[in-house]
């Protein structure tokens, strides 16, 4: 079992910035690709960023790249999502899941074997 628990998140204005993190425990955080995908309010869950292993290899949506960066921390056990130049449709619970294939940086959502509870972002226009 892999526990995540996200943190980081709250209220920020548009075009400001914000940290998100997941800490992991459990089992080698390693050993797993990690993610980040969102739910904004009446809208489905869509994935964010990517990053495999090593932090060599990474992949963004459309929407948000060039304004996020996913990075890990092995050593400390966490991934990070760095978010600038926030738009009110950021808003949104922001989760971090855990993927056993830890080469793959885009998964089918069914696919991440392990997930947070999230953290909510709301950015105010």
């Known amino acids: 079992q892999v526990q995540l628990v996200e943190s980081g998140g709250g209220l920020v204005q548009a075009g400001g910035s914000q940290r998100l993190s997941c800490a992991a425990s459990?089992?080698?955080?390693?050993?797993?690709?990690m993610a980040w995908l969102r739910q904004a309010p009446g809208k489905e869950r869509e994935f964010v960023a990517a990053?495999?292993?090593?932090?060599?290899?990474?992949y963004y949506a459309a929407s948000v790249k060039g304004r996020f960066t996913i990075s890990r921390d092995n050593a400390k056990n966490t991934v990070y999502l760095d978010m600038n130049s926030l738009k009110p449709e950021d808003t949104a619970v922001y989760y971090c899941?855990?993927?056993?294939?830890?080469?793959?940086?885009?998964?089918?959502?069914?696919?991440?074997?392990?997930w947070g509870l999230g953290t909510q972002v709301t950015v105010s226009s």
């Open positions: 990053i495999n292993w090593s932090g060599t290899s990474t």
């Open positions: 459990g089992r080698t955080f390693s050993n797993y690709a």
């Open positions: 899941a855990a993927d056993s294939v830890r080469s793959r940086v885009f998964a089918a959502q069914s696919q991440y074997d392990y």
